[in-house]
């Protein structure tokens, strides 16, 4: 018999055999196979992220209205990879009761209309998300114990400025020192300054600036924030500490970031208070956005050649031709040095740069 014939028999044999005859294996475990589909979570829930703690978020439902809740909720296991902050709108699913036990579970975020971030230093391009969604940024500082430091709220006002975020200023125990040498060094920023002794905080008219919007704190250590936190939202218990004398350093008192309703008479507004920092990097920054919040700059700008980094030295920069000329007039050289020292502020960083 040749093999032919042994191929012949073969294939007589397996003519019997369709695809009901595979027997798959049992499943031990007896649970569904994996799959890339996601519910699209239609009855997901709408609220506000006021803090965040050791992988949980405490989100507020119903904001507003009377069935306002303070709910706890862990994030769905698709968006492990992303941040999620304070002010954030977060889109929540399970348990929204808010009873006590009870665990609701984040499973999306709305597209955010701003971004605050800082790097570890200005060679770090790993962005650490702060907060989401403020529309105002108040940075405070000491007019002395400690000094205030101007090049540190340089790196505020960037960071606010690249964020799309209008930012504020307050300079706080101005009964222990004059400040007024200090803010010549903002002359020409389109920026609102708060005074503020120990004895006497402007409340009132620093409340006024804060009702309607979502205002993220930020300072030095030490410099009274979380004082000030406290003066103008008594509930929110924030620790508070001392200035070291010897290294005149403070000490960091608010460890997390977390986000506090404001109640003045001309309304509400949130107050979202963060740890102090005494570094702010900008590795994550474009410098294109620190000239577009100077409007009337940007459009002279245009002129200027490609790549122009519009600082004091830049040649053929149109803006230092303008004014040069005497077209800028008194208010917009003052407004020419402020963006020069921001953007020079920015250009630094590269001096910082390993090999440097």
Known sequence: MSWLDDADDLEDDFEDFDESSIRSRPNPKANRPRTKRRPAHDDAQVGRVLGVDRGRYSVLLGEGTAEERMITTTRARELRRMPIVTGDQARVVGDTSGDEGTLARIVGIIDRTSLLRRSADDTDQVERVIVANADQMLVVVAAADPEPRARLVDRYLVAALDAGIRPLLVVTKTDIADPTEFLTHFDGLDLRVFTSAQSEMPLEEIGEALVGHSTVFVGH???????????????????????????????????????????????????????????????????????????????????????????????DCALIEAAE???????????????????QTFADKADQAPGR
């Open 221 to 315: 250590s030490g410099v009274g924030k979380s004082t000030l936190v406290n003066a103008l939202v008594p509930s929110a218990l924030r620790a508070t500490g001392h200035v070291n004398q010897v290294t005149g350093r403070g000490r960091h008192t608010s460890s997390s970031t977390v986000s506090l309703r404001y109640e003045g008479a001309g309304g509400t507004g949130w107050v979202i208070d963060t740890p102090g920092v005494r570094s702010f990097g900008l590795g994550h920054v474009d410098p294109a956005n620190i000239l577009a919040a100077f409007t009337e700059l940007a459009a002279i700008a245009q002129d200027c050649p490609r790549g122009c980094t519009h600082l004091a030295d830049a040649p």
């Open 325 to 343: 000329r005497g077209e800028l007039g008194e208010t917009g050289r003052a407004r020419l040095d402020s963006l020069q020292r921001l953007l």
